[in-house]
């Protein structure tokens, strides 16, 4: 299993200790790093700056909004960060939910996301392997555009640019099962949000395609308080399952559902639409919290560590708020 190292997305500003925990990942033998987008920061920009700053670890999106770019403009973005890093680029891409699309980026969400996922991902594709021009007449994407306020000029092309990689990886945040199913056949991984080695049944992955990537993330934190370890779990499960999503249509919370938590999901989001933010984060089951992240002592983590190894994850994307404990990790992983 290898190790990878998620920094997300900015807060309020830019961290300036990205960099150097980024750089020292590398040094400890880490695969990959992550970036993430929301509506705030971006996905690629703070990539490309940690690719200059950085020589050997691979560098991914997870995830970049769909909704936020073309799938052709996020193919651009690939192609260029995978020359500029010497072939390291693996592009994380999801569909985010209706709140977002169509609150932050003014589009309206996908009545089949499937269907617009899968076209998004033909498309990148088609740029990646320039075996010609771009053509697709889909539902949600089509190249050349041909809608009925199109003015019939549309050439089909193909990039200037030859991609450093005709094959690019691409993999998937999915959350639902129709959509991890998909993921299994178009992707060549899978950005899982919430893993719990316990519950790998949920997922429903037996049958993985050959050289296929598992890479969920984790928050990882050595610590000798496992309760105060867990309170920053709890923190981002609260703003997920209560503020990443209308009450109606909620991904996330769909998910703790099925996980087996579909009251306190429901505790979690009526609290946070009652602006009690502080209360829907307590309502976080520390048993939950605590299935999915790595937290406590070393030897705690260690045991639990080997859960995660002995499923079919492929990286471990580690959200880690010290070098101290990505340190740890390396060693327990080695």
Known sequence: MRLGLA???????????????????????????????????????????????TSRIRLGTAVAQMAARTPTATAMHALTLDHLSGGRMMLGLGLSGPQVVEGWY??????????????YVEVVRQ??????????????????????????????????????????????????????????????????????????????????????TVAPLVRAQVCDDVTAGLVPVKAMLGFYIGGMGHAARNFHAALMARMGYGTEARRIQELFAQGRREEAVLAVPDSFADEISL??????????????????VTDLLVTAPDPATLRVLAELNS
């Open 7 to 53: 920094l997300g997305y900015w807060g309020r500003g830019p961290d300036p200790g990205h960099v150097d925990l980024a750089r020292e990942a590398e040094r400890l033998g880490y695969d990959s790093v992550w970036t993430a987008e929301a509506w705030g920061s971006d996905a690629f920009t703070p990539l490309a700056w940690i690719a200059a700053h």
């Open 106 to 119: 003014g589009r309206p969400f996908p009545a089949s996301p499937l269907a617009a996922t899968r076209e």
């Open 295 to 312: 937290v406590g002592p070393r030897g705690r983590i260690a045991e639990r560590l080997a859960l995660w190894r002995a499923g079919p």
């Open 127 to 212: 740029v990646l392997r320039r075996e010609g021009p771009v053509r697709l007449e889909g539902r949600y994407h089509r190249h050349p555009y041909t809608g009925a306020d199109a003015t019939g000029l549309g050439k089909p092309l193909k990039p200037i640019t030859h991609p450093l990689r005709p094959g690019l990886p691409v993999l998937l945040g999915a959350e639902g099962p129709k959509n991890i199913a998909q993921t299994l056949r178009i992707a060549d991984g899978w950005l899982p949000l919430y893993w719990s080695p316990l519950r790998t049944d949920v997922y429903d992955v037996e049958d993985l395609p050959a050289g296929f």
